[in-house]
């Protein structure tokens, strides 16, 4: 078999639709279905997680043993008196404002606008746009491949799981099954989708549904059919974290999702080069509050926390076992001891906390040059190796057991979950609340400071919002785009609207902009396609040099189509004859001295205004045309001028 290609047209060239389908209304919870040519790909399945800052904080274990099994439900009945308004059924009432008192839901992507069915594959770019994995796996007729890095499955797995098992305690709590009825009528515009809210599946579902992915490492070809592919690409956002480029025939689409610029963090960094001169660029997944930039709100950090300490305060930090933790250790760490405060223990308080750390020192190929260099001496990629070891830093599952007996004021705190909706954090937060030496320090840039605050208000500690975002801002992102110049572009009319410094701007391709859910068509235009010749076609082809190195020949076969591949067989004999192809280029000139020799004396080249050379006749009153492409033959309707004209052009150009 020998490769060649197929050509579509000589002079015009198909549109060919590609559909982007948005599930999620947020542009920070992602799921996009793509359409393009026969596969079609599901990009992320992401939770939206908004949801939970409506619901009371899930109570703990280790409260009720403490207080007792009612404690903190009297705590927050006693938080809402005197404020003139009566709870509905199944809520809580705290400082004027309605919770949930149910187990936590979430909103989900709407799967049920897109036929699962015939959904070919999963492309997953990092942990948290996996969060509705098991729902899709799990309880849908979903039967597609799902791919994404070894680090995002094992650290994806770990999120899932830490959060199916702090939200055991919740279901087993009792209310109002009604809930969303009472409640409708108080609720806000974003939450009128309140019906289609779930509760969280499983750890079966979690088990389940993990044995599905297929891992990558960056760079590797992910078949799509075909001759079609995807390779997952570094997006320098966290360990493992990638952006998809997908090939398909001619076409490639970037697909980009929380991807960072931001330099001397751990992961490895951005890799721009695959994504450069792509047909259509996805583009979402950008900063939340891109004018508080990341190295300024780690320092601010490090400032709160020194202060607190030697206020004798305690300091929280909500926070997921993985990813921005990382970003904290090396400097926090750093700027307590140009203090002299290196005394103080810093408790991580998770059920993944000591794999997640012991992951990140195994990953080192997906760690950035300088942490990877330093396995080779041979030492950590991590300082909190180093850390474990001394005593300063100090891993637990939970606050039950051996925390006890370890747990000393002051100190800092790092728990699950940023939400402080369920996990351990919402027990230290209980704890401190009252006490005003205390911080709270809110680094997740998805939940804010507000929302963190509500349903245990009167808040007395100190609170801050320091989210360390190191996602994309508008303006990094504009910058990117400039540089891999797609012919379009899919972005969230949320990240385009302001028209300022902090929205995106894109002005070398099309802009397609969508809001919440709904369908993009987007034309590309296609010209070639790559098929397989038979060798027995091959035997009956005697390929001309057209150019330098390549060859060429019109030929009439027979196509076929099987598993996304194109073939080209020998044609049936009534098929008809070889086409007749021509190439080549006229000289000017030369055309001038043929015309001549046909009687046609009065032909003069004239530059056109329009742009484009014309060969004019005014005594015959006829013109050829010559325009980019095209050769345009006019006369006044004298058909054996034509022919003429016509014949005179082909003399000056081969055949193949």
Known sequence: HVHCAVSTGWESTPCLAMEVLTLTESPWSSCFAVRLRQVTVLLDCALDTSTLARFVPAAQLLRAKAVGPRQAEREL??????????????????????????????????????????????????????????????????????YATEPVLQYGQQLMSNTVAALDTARSRTGSSDWKADLSSLLQPSESDVMLWRTLYGPQDVVAAVAKVSTVSYNEKVSLGGNDFAIPVSSGHAIGSCNWVMHAGSETVSYISCSSTTRNRHPKPLDVQPL?????????????????????????????????????????????????????????????????????????????????????????????????????LPDWPFSHEALLNAGTLKTFPNMQGDFAQTFREPCIVIAEHPSLRFGEAVH????????????????????????????????????????????????????????????????????????????????????????????????????????????????????????????????????????????????EESAGKRPRALFGSVRHEELIDTLAQNGLHDAELVNEDGGGVSIRLPKHRAAIHFRGNSTVVETDNDEALRKTLRNAILAHLSEI
């Open 77 to 146: 009945e006693a938080r809402s008196a005197g404020v003139g308004r009566r709870a509905p059924p199944g809520t809580k009432l705290v400082q004027d404002q309605f919770f949930v008192d149910a187990p936590p839901q979430f909103r989900l992507p709407l799967f049920e606008l897109c036929d699962l069915g015939s959904v070919d594959f999963l492309l997953i770019s990092n942990i948290h746009s996996m969060l509705a994995l098991p729902f899709l796996t799990e309880h849908t007729n979903f039967r597609g491949r799902v």
């Open 276 to 376: 450069r001169e792509c047909d259509v660029c996805i583009l979402t997944g950008l900063a939340r509050n891109p004018q508080l930039h990341p190295a300024r709100m780690l320092a601010e950090l490090c400032a709160v926390v020194a202060s607190t300490l030697r206020g004798g305060g305690n300091v929280l930090i909500p926070c997921f076992s993985s990813g921005i933790v990382f970003d904290l250790f090396e400097p926090l760490l750093n700027h307590l001891a140009s203090l002299s405060l290196t005394n103080f223990p810093i408790y991580f308080v998770s059920p993944s906390a000591k794999s997640s750390l012991a992951y990140s020192n195994i990953y080192a190929h997906w760690l950035c040059d300088s942490k990877a260099d330093r396995v080779l």
């Open 428 to 571: 230290f937060m209980n704890m401190w609340r009252n006490r005003p030496n205390c911080a709270l320090i809110a680094v997740d840039p998805d939940y804010p400071l507000d929302q963190l605050k509500a349903p245990f208000e009167p808040v007395e500690m100190k609170t801050f919002f320091l989210p360390i975002d190191p996602r994309l801002t508008p303006q990094e992102a504009s910058s990117l785009l400039g540089d891999i110049k797609p012919r379009h572009l899919v972005v969230a009319q949320a990240f385009v609207e302001k028209k300022d410094a902090h929205s995106v701007t894109y002005k070398d391709g099309q802009v397609h902009t969508f809001s919440g859910i709904g369908t993009l068509r987007i034309h590309m235009k296609e010209s070639r396609e790559e098929a397989t010749m038979s060798s027995k076609l091959a035997k009956q082809t005697a390929p001309r040099e057209v150019l330098p190195g390549t060859f060429a020949y019109g030929l009439v076969a027979r196509l076929t189509a099987r598993d996304g591949k194109l073939e080209l067989h020998p044609a």
